[in-house]
């Protein structure tokens, strides 16, 4: 079966659209579908579908079901009926900020932002919860109030703690890697009960992680034992290998083509269409005729 293994090209599924509107402007921003200009983007979840070859118009999650451990790895295989590891997702901000918690640790990296964007991230640390819920009392927005403030650019990365909450202020584009959509923890907290406020205490503090260095041809973002994140820029990458986990290829800038065996042996990498990499796809090779820019996800 491996022989119909090819690199997938998703279609962007719409989450939530604040603006959406043929008056509004569309942006510059290669890396955004055309006339997205806020809100969120599935750009790789078990509801996405393959654009183009011999499996377009089937989602994953059909796709895992007919493929198993050859699409996923051994790892992500053992459970079928089970979500994705890891779901990516692109937010826009546009004008308003976007208020969210995970019950998960996940993974932010800013791909753009306006002058002077901040973010808002976990709680002031030494936080008297019990005195917060009393002075927020009805109004769940003054959560913000005890949370520190962390201007924002492009190329930097934060690790949110399970729990912990995040505002993403206006002006921002992000890329956002977690567990599955569903673990969505409802933020800002009410304050209504003593379990809400014993999950936050319990939260952890997110951590900016350090940038990667711009002059290397692959920098790692981010990894654990269960993911691997690195963004990588190059002009031509040959001989690379599918490894056995759920891989993604998300193009930041640029254009080139991924070239293996299978029914569609050359595969258009752009900005905008994340690429799935089958677990058992083998030997394949990265090329363009310029630099192009874009992260690897690896799931374990």
């Given amino acids: 079966m491996s022989t119909d293994l090819y ?98 640790d996940s993974l932010w990296h800013f791909l753009a932002a306006d002058e002077g964007s901040s973010v808002q991230a976990g709680f002031t640390p030494g936080l008297d919860f019990a005195r917060a819920a009393a002075a927020a009392g009805d109004d769940p927005g003054r959560w913000s109030e005890f949370m520190p403030e962390y201007e924002v650019e492009p190329g930097r990365s934060l690790w949110l703690p399970r729990l912990a909450p995040l505002v993403l202020g206006a002006g921002l584009t992000v890329a956002q890697i977690s567990p599955p959509g569903g673990n969505l923890f409802p933020w800002p907290l009410d304050g209504s009960g003593p379990e809400a406020l014993r999950r936050a205490a319990e939260s952890g503090s997110p951590v900016w992680l350090p940038p990667g260095d711009s002059g290397a041809e692959c920098a790692v973002i981010y990894r654990d034992q269960r993911l691997a994140v690195s963004l990588i820029t190059t002009a031509q990458l040959p001989g690379l290998a599918s490894p056995d986990a759920t891989t993604f290829l998300w193009p930041l800038q640029g254009q080139g083509r991924i070239r293996a065996r299978g029914p569609a042996p050359a595969t258009r990498l752009q900005p905008g269409r994340v690429v799935m990499m089958p677990a058992a796809l083998g030997r394949y090779t990265i090329e363009s005729g310029g630099l192009v820019s874009y992260l690897l996800i690896e799931a374990f």
């Fill in 7 to 104: 690199p997938l090209t998703l279609e962007p599924v719409v989450v939530e659209q604040a603006r959406n509107r043929a008056a509004d402007p569309v942006p510059d921003d290669d890396a955004l579908p055309p006339g997205f200009t806020s809100g969120t983007l599935w750009m790789a979840t078990d509801a996405s579908r393959v654009a183009a070859g011999p499996q377009a118009g089937r989602s994953l999650g059909y796709l895992r079901q007919l493929w198993g451990p050859e699409l996923v790895g051994r790892g992500a295989g053992g459970d079928l009926n089970g979500p994705l590891p890891v779901e990516l997702k692109l937010k826009r901000t546009g004008e308003a900020a976007l208020a969210v918690g995970l019950a998960e």
